[in-house]
Each structure stands twice: as C-alpha cells, then as structure tokens.
C-alpha cells in the first residue's frame, strides 16, 4: 500500500521559509513521482512541483517556480519541499502524493496512488 505522511508547515511571516517533508512507503521509491499539491478554503486542489525519483526530473507550477524547490533523499525515501519568499497567497493544505504519472500530466489529482492527510502552511503577519 503506498502510503506518504508530510509534516514541517506552521505559521510563517511574508517572505519566510519553511521545508516541508513527505515520508513515502510501500512501493519503491524510484518507481514512483512524488509530488506536492495545496489548496486553499473553497479552492480547488493544484500541483505546486513534481519530482521523478527515478531520473530526479522537476517540474513546478508558475507561482512557485523560483521561490520553491523539490528535493528527495532517497536513502531515505524522502521528499522535501523548500518554500523560500513565502507569500500570502502560498497559505493552504499542503498535501503530497505518489502515482505513476508523467510530465504531461502530473497535475492531475486522479492520477495519484496514495495521499497524505496534509499539513498547514499559514503566511501572515
């Protein structure tokens, strides 16, 4: 059973960092992408980055490309997520998932095997 647990959001000033992890088991880590997704009260789910543990491949969503960057360890079956020059508009769920899914298509929430119960990242002052 493929299964991921995140952790590390919280409260965070504008133009803060925070890292965010995602503990992924049940499936070999290579095999899977792994990528982060949020969402906002009353919004729909979007993919924020994906990294294809395999080739270490990223792709990131408009908004957060330059500010954010995807990583993975994989003697540890780790993904991480480092959000720097945090904004308001960034507070969310933050969830992570794992699927077979591809460049073209790894946006799409159905695409995915398992997901975690998600953390909070909240930018206010």
């Known amino acids: 059973e493929v299964q991921v647990v995140e952790s590390g959001g919280g409260l965070v000033q504008p133009g803060g960092s925070l890292r965010l992890s995602c503990a992924a088991s049940?499936?070999?880590?290579?095999?899977?992408?792994v990528s982060w997704f949020r969402q906002a009260p009353g919004k729909e789910r979007d993919g924020v980055a994906v990294?294809?543990?395999?080739?270490?491949?990223?792709y990131y969503a408009d908004s957060v490309k330059g500010r954010f960057t995807i990583s993975q360890d994989n003697a540890n079956d780790m993904v991480y997520l480092q959000m720097n020059s945090l904004r308001p508009e960034d507070t969310a769920m933050y969830y992570c998932?794992?699927?077979?899914?591809?460049?073209?298509?790894?946006?799409?929430?159905?695409?995915?095997?398992?997901w975690g119960q998600g953390t909070q990242v909240t930018v206010s002052s």
């Open positions: 990294i294809f543990t395999g080739s270490g491949a990223t």
């Open positions: 049940g499936f070999t880590f290579s095999s899977y992408a």
């Open positions: 998932a794992a699927g077979y899914v591809s460049a073209r298509n790894w946006y799409q929430t159905y695409k995915y095997s398992g």
